[in-house]
């Protein structure tokens, strides 16, 4: 029994190795992404593509077979296709309900004609993207520029810029960029080109550009242009600090922390297809405010909701003292390691900005723990009718795999899960089934998030869409339209 173990998991690592030049090929030469249930397999490991397959016992309570879907992906292999997303597990689903008979190639060609030969999409890229900082979010957000730069028709980071630190300024950003305490050691190569004040991530040359006054540079000297710039200071937070940005080079802003006055706040998942693309303003809001967003938007949608509060439990920041020590905000100025610390978060009216339909009345607040990241926000929510916690649980998870936020919802039923393994996550919230309480109309959800990660890829995701370079996800599903498939 033990050697049937075994040998099953050396055919399906071996699957998982002939899946991966595949992946790749796909990804680079025709600018096609091959998801499982939304999570991307390009750059992911043998062991990383089966814990994904084994994912998707949250669907339909058994694990998604390697040996099913490899079929998928060596006929899409065969086939002209233009950019776009591909999701093996909607094509095993929807392959299982289909009663032609077709086979494997001939029902792939069919679901993906439109994205085929001359139904093909034209790429849409490559986008320059500028990063003002190079901070906790700078960092992670350029480790994720650089990991989706392969197929070369995507953003792509040109530049960073900081304020210089010191002779060994470059060098010591590149150690930054290298490793990470939290986040771990960056996936692939760093070089230093200090006579050029640049940095080479994965072939990716990275210009360094030295500067305390956003209005004194010339993006264009750099050879940049139409570029979008990443501020993640949070220096200037409205629209009149945040257009000193629109410079040569630079046809649009977006801000990593909550705007100010008509600066729009955008959750990707919820308003993002609202936007107004000739803007040249945006925020991505907070971290908090995207964690409980899409799960407001879902409940509403759902059960609707007539009051909430929220309570983040919320790891420390670099807004926060190590040591007691002055800080204009009272409590923040006691030491962060060593208390639990109550302070506001103006996550709940950030909602109305989000969701400016949304009627219900939300109040929050905020403990910031010691811990260096992940956080966990509680929802308790009264809605519009009664319902039962499966009710509750069932929706939630088939909106976090299929619906238009199954890239910014997640969804664990594991029971002994603690914050440390949401570390990395790219989800903008996770639902803690085991946690979940309802009871009538009472609803409170717990929804873990890393505050750090999860927010940068919501952050990527949104630049992403502004950019246009954001393609359809395939085969869609039969309530989708095709503004909910570009999620």
């Known amino acids: ?68 879907t490899l079929p998928f992906l060596e006929a899409l292999r065969s086939l002209d296709l233009g950019p776009s997303k591909i999701d093996l597990g909607r094509l095993v689903m929807a392959y299982r309900a289909d009663e032609r008979g077709l086979s494997v190639p001939e029902f792939t060609a069919d679901v993906l004609a439109d994205v085929i030969a001359g139904n093909k999409a034209a790429a849409q ?28 028709n995507g953003l792509v980071l040109r530049a960073v810029v900081v304020r210089k630190g010191g002779e060994d300024d470059l060098v010591k950003r590149a150690s930054l960029l290298r490793r990470d305490s939290v986040h771990g050691q960056f996936n692939g190569t760093i070089k230093v080109d200090a006579e050029n004040s640049t940095i080479i991530a994965n072939g990716n040359a990275i210009k360094f550009i030295y500067s305390n006054d956003p209005t004194s540079i010339d993006y264009t000297e750099y050879g940049i242009d139409n570029a979008i710039l990443i501020d993640n200071t949070g220096k200037w937070r409205d629209r009149a600090g945040l257009e000193q940005h629109l410079r ?70 670099n807004d926060q003292n190590l040591l007691d020590n002055y800080h204009s905000a009272d409590r923040r100025g006691r030491s962060a390691p060593f208390n639990l610390v109550l302070t506001e978060t103006g996550a709940q009216s950030a909602v109305k900005k989000a969701m400016p339909d949304f009627q219900a009345k939300i109040t929050g607040s905020s403990i910031r723990v010691p811990t260096p990241d992940v956080s966990v926000a509680i929802l308790n929510l009264q809605l519009k009718r009664p319902t039962s916690k499966d009710e509750v649980l069932e ?22 899960v603690v914050s440390s393994d949401f570390i990395g996550s790219r989800a903008a919230s996770i639902v803690d089934a085991n946690a979940t309480i309802v009871d009538g109309d009472t609803a409170i959800l717990y929804l873990w998030y890393d505050n750090e990660f999860g927010y940068s890829c919501q952050v990527v995701r949104t630049v992403q869409y502004i950019s246009g370079i954001e393609y359809p996800t395939y085969p869609r599903l039969g309530a989708e339209s095709p503004a909910v498939a570009a999620v």
Not at 125 to 140: H, K, M, S
């Open 248 to 317: 040569p080079g630079i046809s649009k802003v977006v801000l990593t922390a909550p705007g100010k006055g008509d600066v729009p706040n955008i959750v990707h998942g919820v308003n993002h297809r609202e936007l107004d693309l000739s803007q040249t303003i945006y925020s991505c809001a907070s971290c908090t405010t995207n964690a409980i967003v899409p799960p407001l938007k879902a409940m509403e949608d759902e059960f609707g909701i007539v009051r909430g509060h929220v309570e983040t439990v919320h790891s420390f920041t």
């Open 395 to 416: 929706y939630l998870r088939e909106m976090s795999l299929s619906g238009p936020l199954s890239r910014n919802l997640d969804f664990t039923a594991a029971t002994d």
């Open 125 to 152: 890229g490559p986008r320059d993207v500028v990063l003002y900082g190079f901070g906790r979010i700078g960092r992670l957000v350029s480790r994720l520029l650089i990991e989706k730069v392969g197929s070369g």
């Open 1 to 68: 029994m033990t050697t049937d173990h075994l040998d099953r998991w050396n055919a399906h690592e071996a699957a998982a190795e002939a899946m991966i030049p595949i992946i790749g090929s796909l990804y680079r030469d025709k600018g096609v992404t091959i998801l499982l249930h939304s999570r991307s397999l390009v750059n992911k490991s043998v062991i990383s593509i089966l814990r994904t397959h084994r994912f998707a016992r949250q669907i339909e309570g058994e694990e998604l077979s390697i040996d099913e």
